[in-house]
């Protein structure tokens, strides 16, 4: 018996999550400045929101992974499933530790550099799983 989410093809997965990525990093890259200023209140606000926000990504890496969680070398479903463990993994760490993302976080944004590379590095993986979700599942 097939659930709902199970129901749900890669591809949408896929171009949803390209999407919803895009939509976030796009101010990052308009003015670091304030999404630091944005962050630092973000991170300020408590462990409750961490902790809310680690089970958004529990959330997707579950949706993620009930639809294809085997990782083989020679498909390019493995893509979708190496990011949802990685999801997992980092949904089960900052709602573990918040202080600890929190400390780790706010050093980190200190540096114009270091927001300039995740903008960078989100743009390509949002460009990238728009291009599963169209052209290769």
């Known amino acids: 018996m097939r659930t709902v989410i199970q129901g749900i093809p890669m591809s949408h997965i896929a ?4 999407i919803l990525v895009l939509i976030l990093v796009l101010p990052i ?3 670091p400045k304030k999404f630091r200023s944005v962050m630092e209140d973000f991170l300020n606000s408590g462990n409750a929101t ?13 949706i ?21 463990y990685l999801l ?10 918040p202080a600890f993302v929190r400390q780790k976080t706010i050093k980190w944004l200190q540096k114009d550099l270091y927001i300039y590379v995740v903008g960078g590095i989100g743009l390509l993986v949002g460009a990238g799983l728009i291009y599963l979700g169209n052209w290769v599942y």
């Open 15 to 18: 171009l949803a999550l390209g």
């Open 29 to 31: 890259l308009y003015s």
């Open 50 to 62: 961490l902790r809310i926000l680690a089970f958004g990504e529990l959330l997707v890496a579950f």
């Open 64 to 84: 993620i992974l009930n639809t294809h969680w085997t990782i083989k070398l020679d498909s390019n479903r493995s893509i979708m499933s190496v990011l949802g």
């Open 88 to 97: 997992a993994l980092r949904g089960i760490i900052q709602m573990w530790f």
